[in-house]
């Protein structure tokens, strides 16, 4: 049994209080596939092959669906906004100008008091001036994925000739240098093998306005081999005397430690409210599900068919709301549970009893974690004795 199915007692949590939280964030699959081949790509090199049987392009007709039924759903729960991700494959490839028209007609679609936000996850490969003024158009916001120094980023970001990508992404970040209102930031895999510090001032050289830092997927069937922690405990010791860009991750942990909460999947126990809409209209949950097993990401539900209320009861994303009822009993028991909040969703998967399992680098977020919290501990601790002493301090003579 694959938990959270069938055994996910909805039933039980609603008696207890809970209620699905509606989704707030949209990823639209427009384009199936993708100009590069990276080695390491959770849709491409996944268990899952279902993009292979997906029509190549989202059709009007799907667009026109997904509006609908955002509109509906911003509707039925009065939300202010949402945020939509246009996302692939590689989303420039259904064309900038045909992405500016569709979500035109996606903002004018939905209820009154309720705005858009909308980004573009790209590997920047075909972005031109061109394509910049027709997003900009619609303030359509681009994340590029980059993985640090030239030659890490081309030893696993190619193109399908082998050939690195790196030298076409660069184009990409010198235009969006000069197009901060479009910049969204940076999204990087990172590589335990490369060196932490290189690779951060790398992306640093971009002048982001924020950094993603992603941990491989990976799950209990295919366990990582190298030290995530030593790589981020190092990059958050150089960035954290001197933050000059945003890096979420660290930010979420330093957040949570607090007090605060997290808009990460990586860490935190807020409930995850994103649903995806592949290019044929299949509403489907996070698309890193699929590097667990081939329809782990599916809920039989489609925007021609289905309203976006149909999926919220779905087991699999129910699952990523009810906090700490997710959690295996040896997260509930770890002091630093309600931070790492059990980890990346997908990380937690092991063949023949599904997704209650601690993270995969479950060793590496709590080193992390607490070496996060003595950092700040002992500044608290030091402003502490710092304020003490002015209080203490006999007033100067005038």
Known sequence: MLWPYPSLDLTRLKAGGWRPQPFREFVLKVHQRCNLACTYCYVYESPDRSWQTRPRIMSDDVWAATSARIAQHAATHALSGVRVILHGGEPLLAGAASLRHHVAKLKKTLPDGCEATVTMQTNGVGLTEQALDELAAEQIRIGVSVDGTPADHDRNRVFKNGRGSFAATERAL???????????????????????????????????????????????????????????????????????????????????????????????????????????????????????????????????????????????????????????????????????????????????????????????????????????????????????????????DR
């Open 174 to 396: 010198h235009l969006l240098k000069n197009r901060r209102d479009l910049y969204a930031g940076l999204l990087c895999t990172i590589d335990p093998a490369t060196d932490p510090i290189e690779t951060y001032e790398a992306l640093r050289k971009h002048d982001p306005p924020a950094i993603d830092l992603l941990l491989p997927h990976a799950n209990w069937a295919s366990p990582p081999i190298t030290d995530a922690a030593r790589w981020l405990i190092a990059v958050f010791d150089h960035w954290y005397p001197a933050p000059t860009t945003r890096i979420r991750l660290f930010e979420d942990i330093m957040s949570l430690l607090l007090g605060g909460s997290s808009g990460s999947e990586q860490v935190g126990l807020s409930p995850v409210a994103v649903a995806v809409v592949e290019s044929d209209g299949d509403i489907e949950q996070v698309d890193a599900l699929k590097t667990a097993y081939p329809g782990a990401c599916a809920t039989g539900r489609n925007v021609r068919t289905d309203a976006f209320d149909d999926v919220l009861e779905h087991p699999g994303v129910a699952a990523r709301q009810i906090g700490v009822e997710a959690l295996a009993d040896g997260c509930r028991a770890c002091p630093v549970h309600r931070v790492c909040g059990g980890g990346h969703y997908a990380h937690r998967y092991r063949p023949g009893d599904g997704f209650r399992n601690p993270t995969v680098y479950c060793a590496d977020m709590r080193r992390l974690i607490e070496h996060i919290a003595k950092r700040i501990k002992r500044d608290l601790a030091a402003a502490r004795v710092q304020q003490r002493e002015g209080q203490e301090r006999p007033p100067a």
